[in-house]
Every structure is written in structure tokens, then in C-alpha cells.
């Protein structure tokens, strides 16, 4: 991985360039920029508070992001390079630079429209009749792989591949890669991506925001009758995934399983089908990552950090910051951590009567969390000591949080639900990034009125 210093940093095309020549930059594109259909073409003028964020650099003290001289993304695209696109064949283009241009070349992609990943190069959409293996039938390997008959083994077999090779399919349709130097970012109210999700798989220089990220739909998911104590489905798409990806920005983005909630899928082998996996996850060593601003909305399995007990290999990276998040009525992982050193300060967490709530922060193997300024709203049954979990963690800090308006020390409710522990509060490092905490008194009414797309 390149080491960056803001010595060796790019200009940013002449101090990112005023409004007025943004104007400019972001409408025109070269000929072979626009696909036929016009799905990579340029857009009505912004308003001058969008534009300016067009070309916005990661602030220098802005979460691990800012470390190591700073994520800009595309800033110092040429204006060639710089794309207004509205479906998935203007999307792919863009990323690509429609080949003419080597992959990690700074490129602006701004997204018009909330766009459909799961349809063919005509734009027609796509079902499963589209990635099913012609040896595949939900029918018949229902039959197949029913505990009664298969046991608690994992499936194997024809019918298991047949359904790989399913899943494959799909995932070659609706997971997008995203390249490095990179800045993607919604440009109008409805700008997203829906039935799938971005891929960033060792890209560096990544900036993601103000998209919408919808239902990141697995029409495959994986039967594991060794998954708990009656097997499980999992569904293996997130809407964004980091694997090794390094200096990431998500900044003002939402996120949610769409209109087709996990909760209204059918039970198969005694458990209910899970559809959707993670919203963001960053694993495989990602690190110098700041997720600011998002909202996580109505989801279980939400954000894992770190995908592996056995991944020791992560020890050392994993350096996330999340900030002024709102995760509202998610079940579980907000985040959960695995060995990553990371700064979870002045989010929201609020969890509805309803919702399906399991905890809040999950303490992992050799996580070092620290915790600060946090808010959690939830129905007085909900105990303090339900709101951090821990998964064979050994240390956690937490200072200045409050659960229903009162202070809480939630390392002290933690040790307290895990009297066996022996928890420390010493994680061998300090954040020394972060762009200005705030109390968390006001961490509710600033989060609610300014995380997510368009805020």
C-alpha cells in the first residue's frame, strides 16, 4: 500500500476549483464518456452546496480516514473524468472510464437517479428465473438438504453447486467493483443504488456519498444446519463492502433492506430466510476508514468489522472511525468489532418498541473500542447492560455516554453482564482523530437532523 503524505498529495486541480468552473467540470464529458441510451451524461446545474462537495477531500483531522496524508477520492479528476450517470451500464462505464484510461486514474462518478443493479445490458430486470443453473430447483433442494433426511452436515453435492453457481450469476450482475481514487456521490434527492451493492476489493482512495443503498437482495442464500442451535440461512451481499480496501470515506449515505424486509420472507427448514447480509462491512484488513453522517435503518446483521475469529492476520489493521451515525431500529452489529483499534464517538442508536433488538456494540477478539460521547434511545426494557455484547473480547473504554437521557458507563455494564471477564479499559491507543467531539447532550438532534443522503 502506498504510505501518503499531504507532501506528495496531488493538487486538487488549482484548490479544488471555485463554484462557477465546477459548473463547468461537472457537466460536460468526452464522447466516449455517454453510452448510447445517455445513461453516463451531464446533469442539471446543482445547487452551489452539492457542487462544492463534488470535489470535497476528507477533512485532515476527520477519523483513520485522515491518517497517512488523507483520502480525497477523484478530486483531481481531470474534467473528462468526470461522469453524470442515471442506470448500471452508465455506472460500469464510469468506473471503467469507458477503457481509456488505466483503472486508478481519479474519476468522479456523480449518480442521478436511483439506480436498478439487478437488470441486463438492455436495462430489462432481472429475477431469479434469469441466474438460476438449469440443475437448480429451491424444490428440490429443500428436500435434499432437510435436517430430517441430510442431517446437521453442511450441504454438499450436486444441488449445493448447482445453487454456487446460481449465486455466482447474480453476483456478477449486482455487485459492482469500485476502483481506486475514486469519489462517487449522489448529485440529486433520489440518487442510490438498489438490488445490489458496491465491491471495494483493495481499492485505495475511496470516497462514497450521499447514495441511497437498497436491498442488496441474495436470491441463493446458503442453508447452514451448523449455524446456532437450528441452522441458519445466510445471504452472502452487502450493500458496500470493504475486503483490504484502504482510506475510505462513507459520508451521508442511508441505508435499508428496502421493501422487502427479512421479516417478511418465508420459513424454510424451520427458520426464516435471510435475504439480506451486511450493510457495511469492512473486513479482509481494510483499514484508515471514516463512516460519518449514514443512516442505517430497519436491518439486523448491520456493520461487522473484521469477518473472522480465526483472521489473526487483521491484528493491527481494521482502523475505523464511525461518527454521527444513526442507526435506527437495526438489530444487532452497530458495529461489531474483531481486532480492529476503532473510535465509535457521538452516534445515535435508537431502537423502536418494535424492533427486533438484540445489542448495540459487539466486543469482539482483540478489539481495542473506543467509545465516547454515544446516545442510546430504547424502551425502558431494554436493559443498559443489553446495549454492548461481548464476543470473546478482552478490553473496551467507553466515557460520556447516556442511555435515555442518564449518564452510563457502558464498560461497567458490560463487565457486569460478563462477571466471568475479566474486561480492561486500557486498549493501548488513543484517537487523536476525530473532528470535534461533541457532548453528547447534543448528539441526538444533530444526528437526526443531518445523517443521511441529501443531508
Known amino acids: 500500500m502506498m504510505i501518503r503524505t499531504r507532501a506528495t498529495r496531488p493538487g486538487l486541480l488549482a484548490g479544488c476549483l471555485a463554484a462557477a468552473a465546477l459548473l463547468g467540470a461537472c457537466a460536460p464529458l468526452s464522447p466516449s464518456a455517454t453510452s448510447g441510451a445517455a445513461s453516463a451524461t451531464a446533469t442539471a446545474p446543482l445547487d452551489a452546496a452539492r457542487l462544492a462537495q463534488v470535489r470535497q477531500a476528507l477533512a485532515e483531522n476527520d477519523g483513520w480516514a485522515a491518517a497517512q496524508g488523507g483520502t480525497w477520492g477523484g478530486a483531481d479528476a481531470r474534467p473528462e473524468h468526470v461522469y453524470t450517470v442515471r442506470d448500471r451500464a452508465g455506472l460500469l462505464r464510469a468506473l471503467s472510464l469507458a477503457g481509456q484510461a488505466p483503472a486508478g486514474t481519479p ?34 433442494y429443500l428436500q435434499a438438504y432437510d435436517p430430517a433426511r441430510w442431517g446437521r452436515e453442511k450441504p454438499t453435492g450436486a444441488l449445493e453447486e448447482a445453487r454456487q453457481r446460481s449465486a455466482a450469476r447474480q453476483a456478477a450482475v449486482t455487485m459492482v467493483a469500485v476502483p481506486s481514487n475514486t469519489t462517487l456521490i449522489g448529485v440529486t434527492a433520489d440518487a442510490g443504488l438498489r438490488h445490489g451493492g458496491l465491491l471495494l476489493d483493495k481499492s485505495e482512495n475511496v470516497i462514497i456519498r450521499h447514495l441511497r443503498f437498497e ?25 458496500v463492502s470493504l475486503r483490504g ?8 449515505c442511508s441505508f435499508s433492506d428496502g421493501q422487502r424486509p427479512d421479516a417478511a420472507e ?28 449514514n443512516h442505517f435503518r430497519a436491518h439486523d446483521k448491520t456493520s461487522l468489522v473484521g469477518g473472522s475469529d480465526s483472521l489473526k492476520s487483521d491484528d493491527g489493521k481494521l482502523k475505523v472511525s464511525f461518527h454521527h451515525n444513526w442507526w435506527d431500529g437495526v438489530g444487532q452489529r452497530t458495529p461489531r468489532v474483531r481486532y480492529g483499534e476503532v473510535h465509535h464517538y457521538n452516534n445515535l442508536h435508537t431502537v423502536p418498541a418494535d424492533a427486533r433488538y438484540v445489542y448495540s456494540i459487539g466486543v469482539g477478539v482483540g478489539s481495542r473500542i473506543v467509545s465516547q460521547a454515544n446516545v442510546f434511545e430504547t ?40 462477571p466471568q471477564a475479566r474486561l480492561s479499559r486500557e486498549v493501548g491507543w488513543q484517537p487523536w482523530l476525530n473532528a470535534g467531539l461533541q457532548p453528547a447532550a447534543g448528539v441526538a438532534a444533530a444526528v437526526r437532523a443531518g445523517a443521511g443522503a441529501g443531508r
Open 379 to 418: 424502551p425502558a426494557s431494554v436493559p443498559t447492560t443489553q446495549l454492548v455484547r461481548l464476543w470473546k473480547g478482552e478490553t473496551f473504554t467507553d466515557a460520556d455516554s447516556l442511555h435515555n437521557g442518564a449518564p452510563v458507563d457502558l464498560h461497567a455494564a458490560l463487565q457486569a453482564a460478563n
Open 245 to 252: 480496501a484502504q482510506q475510505v470515506w462513507v459520508d451521508h
Open 215 to 239: 436491498d442488496a437482495h441474495d436470491l441463493f442464500p446458503a442453508w447452514d444446519p451448523k449455524d446456532g442451535p437450528d441452522g441458519e440461512w445466510n445471504s452472502e451481499y452487502d450493500t
Open 266 to 293: 418465508p420459513v424454510w427448514l424451520g427458520r426464516r430466510v435471510q435475504r439480506h447480509d451486511g450493510l457495511l462491512d469492512i473486513t479482509l484488513g481494510s483499514s484508515y476508514v471514516t463512516v460519518s453522517w
Open 107 to 140: 474519476k468522479i462518478v456523480q449518480v442521478a437517479a436511483l439506480i436498478d443493479l439487478m437488470v441486463g445490458p438492455d436495462g430489462r430486470p432481472l429475477g431469479e428465473a434469469d441466474f438460476r443453473d438449469p440443475a437448480f430447483s429451491w424444490d428440490a
